[in-house]
């Protein structure tokens, strides 16, 4: 079993930056992928950015640039660093561990607007 506790949520205004973290406790995390996934109001949630324990990186192509996602073993804890940030970033976010199961966050809000 593995529980993940984000933070670092928040109001900021377009072209402002933000950092979410994510720590996983439980045995053996450092071997899961790490991800983040967001959720807008009437929409699917999608994957943001992904890390595997040997540091290969996905991003969506729509974060691409703006995000950079990192992930910090010693600590069981996943990064997201977010810059440029525009209202279309507005979700609720959520971290994501997967090693065959899967398991999710209780989800942190992040509001772009001015």
């Known amino acids: 079993q593995v529980q993940l506790v984000e933070s670092g949520g928040g109001l900021v205004q377009p072209g402002g930056s933000l950092r979410l973290s994510c720590t996983a406790s439980g045995s053996n995390t450092n071997i899961y992928t790490l991800g983040w996934y967001r959720q807008a109001p009437g929409k699917q949630r999608e994957l943001v950015a992904s890390i595997t324990w040997t540091s290969v990186i996905n991003y969506a192509e729509s974060v691409k640039g703006r995000f950079t996602i990192s992930r910090d073993n010693t600590k069981n804890t996943v990064y997201l660093q977010m810059n440029s940030l525009k209202p279309e970033d507005t979700a609720v976010y959520y971290c994501?561990?997967?090693?065959?199961?899967?398991?999710w966050g209780q989800g942190t809000q992040v509001t772009v607007s001015s």
């Open positions: 994501n561990a997967q090693y065959f199961v899967s398991y």
